[in-house]
């Protein structure tokens, strides 16, 4: 299964705050082992909101607004991530407690989450827990 590893922004991150190069290091070691043993797929660091836009749908007449970051509610944000192949988020949890803290000093959280699969949407594929297709 994929999964997707989100580490979330904080206050530093949203600021623009580059880490250290300790963590540079660290998290290339981590990376590093992640490579070797066959889970990383993808990752990167996201640059502050500030920087960003969304683009929201209104669900009726196809209007589309666009919005300018920053957003507010930093610790809904995401300041970057992993694609790993794993065989469960068991294991996506064991490989996150392994992790170095991505935001020394600050409060800070990384959540894990499944991605869809194209079996998924093959007829009897599991879309969504409790709901067949």
């Not at 981590?30 to 502050?48: Q, R, Y």
């Not at 683009?55 to 607004?65: A, N, P, Q």
């Not at 079996?119 to 067949?132: E, H, N, Q, T, Y």
């Amino acid at each position: 299964m994929r999964v997707i590893v989100m580490v979330k922004a904080t206050k530093n991150s949203e600021a623009g705050a580059l880490p250290t190069q300790e963590l540079v290091s660290a998290m290339g070691q981590f990376n590093a082992e992640l490579i070797k043993a066959g889970v990383m797929l993808a990752g990167d660091g996201l640059k502050p909101s500030k920087l960003g836009k969304r683009v929201r749908f209104t669900g009726t007449g196809g209007r589309k607004t666009i919005i300018d970051g920053p957003f507010a509610e930093t610790k809904e944000l995401v300041s970057g991530y992993w694609i790993w192949q794993v065989k469960s988020v068991d294991e996506a949890i064991a490989w996150v407690r392994r992790c170095p803290d991505p935001m020394p000093g600050e409060e800070s959280e990384i959540e894990v989450r499944p991605l869809y699969e194209v079996a998924d949407f093959a007829p009897g594929g599991d879309m969504a827990p409790g709901v067949k297709s």
